[in-house]
């Protein structure tokens, strides 16, 4: 069974700076677009970011634009969201998806991660 593997959360204080990586060892993630997700307790899971696999394009929730920055490397199979200017209200357990689109994230998911905890603390 195919699962991605996210890691990089941890508990930082606010204004501060995370970077997530999502991975994956069964799976070329070169050849799907990637999405960031989070869930806060009590909240829906909310897409947060996305990158195609095709060229590159990204796309970003308002609340995270010009803090959050999404990144693949292909070499390494790694999917990368650097968060920055953390606020207490990007406390959230954040994974990763891989989307069956290679173009955008459509929503329809292949491949999901178990997630990893980003705790901001104010």
């Known amino acids: 069974q195919v699962q991605l593997e996210e890691s990089g959360g941890d508990l930082v204080q606010y204004g501060g700076s995370l970077k997530l990586s999502c991975t994956a060892s069964?799976?070329?993630?070169?050849?799907?677009?990637i999405g960031w997700f989070r869930q806060a307790p009590g909240k829906e899971r909310e897409r947060v970011s996305c990158?195609?696999?095709?060229?590159?394009?990204?796309d970003y929730i308002d609340s995270v634009k010009d803090r959050f920055t999404i990144s693949r490397d292909n070499a390494k199979n790694t999917v990368y969201l650097q968060m920055n200017s953390l606020k207490p209200e990007d406390s959230a357990i954040y994974y990763c998806?891989?989307?069956?689109?290679?173009?955008?994230?459509?929503?329809?998911?292949?491949?999901w991660g178990q997630g990893t905890h980003v705790t901001v603390s104010s």
């Open positions: 998806a891989a989307d069956r689109s290679k173009y955008f994230c459509s929503g329809s998911i292949a491949y």
């Open positions: 990158i195609s696999a095709s060229d590159g394009r990204t």
């Open positions: 069964a799976v070329n993630l070169g050849y799907f677009a």
